[in-house]
């Protein structure tokens, strides 16, 4: 956990410093999803959310723990999550099939 954050402070700094670059910005995002454009390399970035932890300028050890961390985080932040939500959809339809739902998510979390 400390490494996880050490690492998402790191990042934000270098933000903030402007030494990082976001390769997208919010308007970006918007402007993609109002496109219908879900293709775009911007939602092929499931975990655009979730600080990228995989840094190749970290000792091998610690490349190994952001590994980890990544892998972990995608599939309890992102997987999981899709499929509790997917779960929750198909029972509501097939409890309920008289009524009619919308149902919105986002493109990323």
Excluded at 66 to 94: P, T
Aim: a negative charge; aromatic letters at 12%; charged letters at 20%.
């Amino acid at each position: 956990v400390i490494f996880a954050l050490n690492q998402t402070l790191l990042q934000q700094e270098s933000l903030r410093a402007g030494s990082l670059q976001v390769p997208y910005t919010t308007e970006d995002l918007i402007r993609h999803y109002n496109c219908g454009d879900l293709n775009s390399i911007i939602f092929n970035h499931d975990t655009s959310q979730v600080p990228n932890f995989n840094n190749v300028t970290l000792p091998l050890s610690e490349q190994v723990t952001a590994q980890e961390i990544d892998s972990y985080f995608r599939q309890e932040l992102i997987y999981k999550r899709n499929e509790r939500m997917g779960n929750r959809v198909k029972a509501l339809l097939e409890n309920h099939p008289d009524k009619s739902f919308f149902f919105a998510f986002g493109a990323g979390w």
